[in-house]
């Protein structure tokens, strides 16, 4: 059995990926500065390093009173120790006085402990006798219900590190430590071209035998949620100098190129040519061992990767998957560790038997369902040029190359969209 380019062997996904990453390399999008309201899901390109201690002062973790903890040594309910009240303690407000012996402090949570406390003694455990003086009837250990200066980040501390993925908390971490610009990789520019005499415009009305141009809009989406800006370069015709310009010119401004349809063998299959044509060092791989998206190309263009996508819906989705997103992730700086990655990977049962062609991977579409024990994955079956089958669908889960298919009750991962 011979691939697209006439070798003996089909390459796997995984090889074709494994080429594409190798020609790559340490290729990443450049390294600016960004406030970090505009950081969110950009890839920390350089530690960051707290600026301050948080917190900068001792603080009272509940509602309370600030003692010192020797002074609630041995109080019970039925023979509590009795303090008496000093000046109350406000939020925002720095604490004035000292706590001595015998004295307590009222303070809220969040409040700073004053001068000679170590602890506070929760409102639960406290009995007010009047505006002078409590009754502890529960001892409290220094440092209890008190958070120290510097217990949460330390002043010099990595608060996230190189690689890193930006998350809506660690962008409250970063202002929580007097950091407002990090530095990040820019996000990657995908420049998404779609071809076609068939093609026309989404909003347009087809007429028989053309269809509208969904594809650019579901690879805008993926390359948006995939941390990239998608650069949607419009609609061209199956014309080889009509292509070819339309590449030259997305090479002028992308990080990654995405061309939708003509991968199929046949009069109009020109992408592999452009690439071959065009690139250093050109074309990878034209056709891999994967249903659906088996007419998949991948190659790279003096520095720039570029890939040529089937047109059917569904192998668009699972080629995105398994080549452009982590060519993306490693073009934005991401780093290598499953945690920084791995997002919506449920484990599931499977509902029925799914047979599989071996020797080549499958990626099935399929619904999660919540039953009385458990989770189950429902298999979404129907042709790849099936848009329904991915409204309908949660996720995918992967057949190997070496399984004739899987059976129902086996656990499956599906990886949601």
Known sequence: MKDMLGRDRVMTAGEALGLLMKI??????????????????????EPVIAAEDVPAFARSTVDGYAVRAEDTFGATESMPGYLNLSAEIFM????????ADDLACKIPTGGMLPVGADAVVMFEHVQVIDNKMIEVMKPVAPGENVIQPGED?????????????????????CAGTGVLEVKVFERPVVSIISTGDEIVPAGRKPDIGQIRDTNSYTIAAMVQEAGGVPVRKGIFRDDYAAIRDAVQDAMKDSDAIAVSGGTSVGTKDMIARIIGDIGNPGILFHGVSLKPGKPAIGGVMNGVPIFGLPG??????????IFIKPVLELLS????????????????????????????????RAM????EDGLWAVPILGKSGLIRTLVEADGTFVIPVNRNGVEKGELVDVRLF
Do not use: W
């Open 24 to 45: 790559i390399g340490d290729r990443r999008t450049a390294i600016v500065s960004t406030d970090i309201q505009q950081a969110l899901g950009m890839v920390c390109a």
């Open 153 to 173: 980040i330390r002043r010099g501390e990595p608060v996230l590190m190189k690689g890193r993925r930006i998350r809506p908390q660690d962008i409250g971490a």
């Open 368 to 371: 999660i369902e919540e039953r």
């Open 333 to 364: 700086g991401l780093d290598s560790r499953p945690a920084y990655r791995l997002r919506g990977v449920v484990r599931a049962r499977l509902s029925r038997n799914v047979p599989s062609s071996q020797g080549r991977e499958e990626h099935v």
């Open 92 to 99: 925002g407000e720095r604490a004035s006085g000292t706590v």
């Open 312 to 321: 059917h819906p569904a192998a668009v989705s699972v080629c995105f998957d």
